[in-house]
């Protein structure tokens, strides 16, 4: 493979920890690419020679430079559509956990080439908007069979596939929710485990208890699946300090938090991620990212692209609002979108540009990251870079 250097990087945000630039800001940067992997990064005018005909060189016309956003929180595979319950969202109607039913029967009905088709039509769209690496999560079939074939397609896109067996409790077993967490954490557990990596539940009024939630993740545990959860989404609840005790890689959502569970995250390896698109499209208040940072908690911002909360694939929208609207500065919200991501899903080759990353890198047509916040909506992605190729 020809090495590739990208120069005339007017902005490069490296991710590279150095103390006062957490984002490890080079002005005027390059980036040595080889093999997939950064080789070097650091001021073009320092960069290596490149008398080797091998290496090729692209200008980056002064442009600003990132590494590919991490959205460590989707729900792609799905059939059906909700646009009803936005609309009437939109009008007054509160969103309540129970539409995850209407999705579910959707799912059931369609074909695995259905499922596909939509599944890579959504990935197309991430990819287009800069996000390099993405994770996706079961829980819209609820049934043994439903959910291994739901998360063998994920494990089609990602290596990063999370079992949500515990995303509502069926309609069939409304009676018996005793007999539906058995399933859980016995056959459906068994048929997801060859394709998932993660555990997740929902851990809310409408959805799982606290104790069904820790039964459920301590049975992924035991599987060797690494548990996250949903949590404090729609109100108050259990899901942070639940998510803290059983080592969660991350606690989702986060809208509803106490003083105790501010400070249970900030004691923790757990990340708190937000998604901003979920309070976008109901209409619930955004969660508090300044008072999360200022108390030391590592913070990531996700898409949660999922047809009922939030029906967006932009990672660069989760950015204009996290500042806008969750008082986070720039530097942060690209920091979350990137590194921040890569923290939840317990990555250390993605999320930076460090010397032997992953060559994910995005290259915006905007001299700045700020442009992402402060041109919302325009599509800035100049061109994308996954693993040192160049995607069309
Ligand atoms: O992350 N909170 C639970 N699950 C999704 C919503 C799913 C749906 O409404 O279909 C979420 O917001
Ligand atoms: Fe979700």
């Known amino acids: ?10 902005e490069l945000t490296t991710n590279v920890d150095v103390p006062g630039n957490p984002c490890g800001t080079i002005t005027d940067g390059a980036l040595l690419i080889r093999d997939g992997r950064v080789a070097w990064v650091g001021r073009a005018d320092d960069a290596p020679g490149v008398e080797d005909t091998a290496t090729e060189v692209v200008d980056a016309g002064g442009r600003a430079a990132l590494p590919g956003f991490v959205d460590s929180h989707t729900h792609l595979v799905f059939g059906g559509d909700r ?34 088709a939509r599944l890579t039509g959504l ?31 994920a494990a089609e896109v990602t290596p990063e596939v999370t079992f949500l067996g515990a995303h ?29 990596r993660w ?13 069904e939630t820790a039964r459920i993740l301590r049975a992924g545990t035991s599987a060797g699946l690494t548990p996250r959860v949903h949590g404090n989404q729609l ?8 998510a803290v005790e059983l080592g969660a890689a991350s606690v989702d959502h986060c ?56 029906f967006t694939s932009s990672m660069p929208l989760m950015i204009a609002l ?31 540009l460090g010397v032997g990353a992953r060559a994910d890198a995005l290259i915006l047509n905007a001299p700045t990251r700020t442009h992402l916040a402060y041109r919302p909506g325009v599509p800035l992605v100049h061109e994308v870079y996954r693993g040192g190729v160049r995607q069309s």
Not at 1 to 10: A, P, R, S
Not at 235 to 242: C, F, T
Not at 272 to 286: D, I, M, N
Request: with cysteine; hydrophobic share 45%.
């Open 1 to 10: 493979m020809t090495d590739l250097l990208i120069t005339n990087i007017g």
């Open 83 to 116: 646009a009803d319950e936005f609309e009437a969202r939109m009008a007054g109607v509160p969103y309540a956990a129970g539409g995850i039913r209407r999705t579910v029967a959707a799912t059931r009905a369609a074909s695995d080439e259905e499922l596909r």
């Open 123 to 153: 990935v197309a769209e991430l990819h287009a908007q800069g996000t390099t690496t993405f994770e996706v999560k079961t829980g819209y079939d609820l049934t043994v069979d439903g959910e291994a074939r739901l998360a063998r397609l």
């Open 168 to 196: 509502v409790v069926p309609a069939e077993f409304e009676d018996d929710r005793d007999a539906y967490v058995d399933l859980v954490v016995g056959p459906m557990l068994d048929a997801v485990r060859p394709h998932a």
């Open 199 to 211: 555990i997740d539940a929902f851990c809310e009024t409408g959805a799982f208890t606290p104790a």
């Open 235 to 242: 109100g108050p609840g259990e899901g942070v300090r639940l």
């Open 255 to 310: 809208t509803y938090l106490s003083a105790d569970d501010i400070a249970a995250l900030a004691d923790s390896d757990t990340v708190a991620t937000l998604l901003p698109g979920v309070e976008f499209s109901t209409r619930h208040p955004y969660p508090d990212a300044r008072r999360l940072i200022d108390a030391g908690v590592t913070v990531a911002l996700a898409s949660d692209c999922n047809p009922g909360t939030s």
């Open 322 to 352: 996290a500042v806008r609207e969750m008082g986070m500065t720039v530097a942060e919200a690209v920091w979350a979108a990137t590194a921040g991501g890569a923290r939840a899903l317990r990555r250390t080759d993605v999320g930076h």
